[in-house]
């Protein structure tokens, strides 16, 4: 693929999020009470990023309580004694980033749960905008509300590009690591991103960062370099007594380069999904939307006693 046609992506993003910065605020509808959900019912097919229009999140949202997540009934078996919590990334919700992987996930007898966190005032639909330690803390109230409501010691968390650098803020500052087993970022933005050199013209357009940080600040927090991202790795990447998976795509044009998605420490897998299956070109949407590849290498990381080898079959696994 040509450089420019690459950098269409990040620029569009970062044309949608002055949009959004600029365009005057409506009421934000209150937010449902979490349904209770049958989870026998199958989800509805995988789609694009919430970057989409509203009124494709809503009828996503409308279809949740049938999509066999968010039970909050459902008991961890012996198999799977751990409820899996996802964590969306930027400009997504809880419903529109997971409809791949958590019915992926419930059909394999895994109780999934999946939160919303990082809300404007005046953005409805579209989550993941606002603090990143402030989510956080959202994601740390979701885990012990998930924990009491199944009579489990400990989660798993799935997170996928925001979502899969955040959950760490919470391991180390929150309390999260007596709470968690395991951690798989799906194109986590660990390190912050240079949206491909983009973030470096920043400097060019006196008022741009402030207006951003202002407006949007987790995507503020995720530039390299960020206070947010120096203080969430000082001292080290990882906490102890969690285990951390990465899994990466070559192909990623929004955390950027694709190797600062990848940790270091003591139990740290990470996965470049193109080692796995050199024909997969996810990029960074659809590895953590649709990319069952990628959804077969979570589940060896939520299992890894009963993990198989991840190829380019597993796409029909």
């Not at 956080?136 to 885990?143: D, E, I, P």
């Not at 803020?169 to 007596?178: E, M, P």
């Not at 709470?179 to 390190?191: R, T, Y």
């Not at 979570?298 to 380019?312: E, H, I, Q, S």
């Amino acid at each position: 693929m040509l450089p420019w046609k690459r950098a269409l992506g990040p620029m569009a993003a970062l044309l949608l999020t002055l949009t959004v910065t600029v365009t005057p605020a409506v009421a934000a509808p209150p937010t449902p009470a979490p349904a209770t959900t049958s989870a026998s019912t199958p989800a509805p097919a995988s789609v694009p990023l919430p970057a989409s229009a509203t009124a494709a999140s809503a009828t996503a949202s409308a279809a949740a309580p049938d999509s066999g997540w968010n039970d909050y009934s459902c008991k961890p078996s012996a198999a799977h004694p751990r409820p899996v919590v996802l964590v969306h990334g930027t400009f997504a919700n809880s419903v529109d980033n997971w409809l791949g992987l958590a019915p992926y996930l419930v059909n394999r007898g895994y109780c999934v749960f999946s939160l919303d966190h990082g809300q404007l005032p005046g953005v409805p639909l579209t989550y993941g905008l606002g603090p990143i330690d402030a989510s956080a803390a959202q994601l740390a109230a979701f885990v012990d509300k998930v924990l009491a409501a199944t009579g489990a010691a400990k989660a798993d968390l799935v997170g996928h590009s925001q979502g899969g650098m955040m959950p760490r803020y919470y391991l180390k500052f929150l309390g999260g690591a007596v709470k968690v087993n395991a951690l798989v970022g799906i194109a986590p933005s660990n390190h912050g991103t240079t949206l491909l050199g983009l973030t470096k013209l920043l400097r060019y357009f006196p008022g741009v960062a402030d207006l951003l940080n202002e407006k949007t600040p987790a995507l503020t927090d995720q530039v390299v370099g960020s206070p947010f991202l120096t203080k969430l790795n000082a001292g080290g990447d990882t906490v102890p007594g969690v285990r951390y998976t990465v899994i990466a795509t070559r192909y990623d044009e929004v955390v950027t380069p694709y190797r600062s998605q990848f940790l270091t420490g003591p139990d740290v897998r990470n996965v470049l999904i193109q080692d796995l299956c050199p024909a997969d070109v996810s990029e960074h949407a659809a590895i953590g939307l649709l990319d069952r590849i990628a959804f077969h290498e979570v589940a060896n990381a939520l299992d890894p006693a009963r993990a198989t080898p991840t190829t380019c079959g597993s796409v029909i696994g």
